[in-house]
């Protein structure tokens, strides 16, 4: 019985210190892998998270760039201003501006206009000098744009001379039909530049310009009803925009000049590099996309 007794204590006599430090150990070592691959885990799921916010900001950019780039061009003739890129020196952002028509048409600069003066600009006479020059051909175009003028008043309208690629937005005034004689425009204040009759045109249009200004990708509308107009923030947080043309010919280019044929242009590449922080690390992030040019595919 003495013997049962004894034998029962040391069973029930649990683990040593020993066993109990190696044990402590042990669950140290596991806890500590358990918290190590959860840390870990944390930060992964964070920097994915802090990638995806980068690459929604560049793909909703990217998404407002195509829309211009797929509507440029619409309602304006060969010689138009569609496109203008400026290439970035060295590694620097490029400027992009793009323009499409608000109404159908041109109108022709069929008399001298003289820098610093307040001229009438000359659509159309009955007894032409010019060709282009015609009245009647010009009567229809005068009519929607008096019209148009008279809805979305006050409205700024653009004067390009492709010859001498000289070009400005002015805020139309008033459009007169002098007795079945001459069709004229009238703009307030005075002009910058001087243009040649026969070799400019004038035009209803809006342009997006995009650009970066303090790590913003930036766009001002200008043209049109003056209310339209503004700068507006594309995306925030951007190093570098890169613009390419592709040309119907196969080649590519990175400068367009507005005097230049713009129906060549066939697509327009555009690379975003965008950035973040996480942990006081910069996260940096490239989004690009290649978007045709619809008129010009349509011509």
């Not at 997006?208 to 930036?218: A, E």
């Amino acid at each position: 019985m003495i013997y049962q007794i004894r034998f029962l204590a040391s069973r029930q006599r649990g683990f040593s210190l020993i066993e109990l430090l190696i044990g402590l150990l042990i669950s140290s070592v596991i806890l500590a892998a358990v918290m190590s691959s959860f840390l870990s885990t944390k930060r992964s799921l964070a920097r994915d998270t802090v990638y995806s916010r980068i690459q929604q900001n560049l793909e909703a950019a990217l998404n407002i760039i195509a829309q211009d780039i797929k509507n440029a061009g619409n309602l304006l003739n060969d010689l138009a201003p569609v496109f203008e890129l400026t290439n970035g020196a060295g590694a620097s952002p490029d400027q992009l501006i793009i323009r499409r028509g608000l109404r159908i048409g041109a109108l022709p600069v069929c008399q001298n206009i003289t820098s610093g003066s307040s001229d009438l600009i000359y659509a159309g006479f009955v007894v032409w000098n010019l060709p282009g020059c015609i009245y009647s051909l010009q009567q229809g175009t005068f009519n929607i744009w008096d019209h148009y003028n008279l809805t979305n008043a006050p409205v700024l309208a653009y004067i390009y001379n492709v010859y001498s690629n000289v070009g400005e937005f002015f805020q139309l005034n008033s459009f007169t039909d002098t007795a079945n004689t001459n069709l004229t425009l009238s703009r307030v204040d005075t002009w910058t530049y001087g243009y040649t009759a026969g070799q400019a045109n004038v035009y209803l249009l809006e342009q997006k310009r995009y650009y970066i200004s303090g790590n913003n990708l930036m766009m001002t509308t200008t043209g049109g009803p003056l209310s339209t107009n503004g700068n507006s923030l594309v995306a925030f947080n951007i190093k570098n925009i890169q613009i390419t043309f592709s040309l119907n010919d196969g080649t590519t280019t990175s400068t367009f000049l507005p005097s230049n044929y713009w129906r060549v242009v066939k697509s327009v590449r555009v690379i975003i590099t965008g950035f973040d922080s996480y942990l006081g690390e910069e996260v940096v992030k490239t989004a690009e996309g290649t978007f045709a040019v619809r008129a010009s595919l349509t011509s």
